[in-house]
């Protein structure tokens, strides 16, 4: 099931107003009315995730684009310790000139949590992942880390929350 949404996600890099029907078909045509394919239509109409999936209005605005890393892979040494991973979702904000100005990285989790205690127990768990791959982002991407936001996206629930930055 996780794996069937990350997929999907992995084909959305903005939602154009007007394109969710001609996605929804696709998805219906390649993968049927799946619990995944379902989960992921939903969270892409949520209200609440609509940022994710909108291009932001600054792109253009002095020579600012915004590059999009969706499940991509990574290997880094940090601190003497090689770490492997996989992103499901960066925007990396960039000047005019091409350097990194700020990022997001965003970790979708399917995780059922339903109430306030689920919650906060889930983001609890995957902060230290997420505050790895603040460090791991802004290494790669010449940032400093606090130029970095994480949020975890709980798919159920259509819930973003921020992460706060750990100090190691």
């Known amino acids: 099931f996780g794996t069937g ?3 999907r996600f992995a084909e959305v890099d903005w939602l154009v107003p007007g394109a969710l029907g001609t996605l929804a078909s696709e998805w219906m045509a390649r993968f049927g009315e799946s619990d995944a394919t379902r989960e992921a239509l939903d969270c892409l109409q949520a209200p609440e995730l609509a940022g994710l999936w909108t291009k932001p209005a600054a792109e253009g ?3 600012r684009t915004f590059e999009i890393w969706q499940e991509r892979a990574f290997e880094i040494v940090l601190d003497g310790a090689w770490i492997t991973g996989i992103f499901d979702r960066v925007v990396v904000e960039r000047t ?3 350097r ?3 990022a997001t990285v965003t970790d979708f989790k399917t995780d059922q949590v339903g109430s306030a205690v689920d919650i906060g127990a ?3 768990r995957h902060s230290p992942q997420l505050n790895l791959y603040r460090r791991v982002v802004a290494a790669l ?3 400093e880390p606090g130029n970095v936001k994480c949020e975890l996206v709980f798919t159920r629930l259509r819930r973003r929350i921020s992460v706060p930055q750990i100090s190691r």
């Open 141 to 143: 991407s010449a940032l």
């Open 100 to 102: 990194a100005s700020k």
């Open 61 to 63: 605005a002095d020579g």
């Open 96 to 98: 005019g000139d091409g």
């Open 5 to 7: 949404v990350h997929e």
């Open 122 to 124: 889930a983001v609890a």
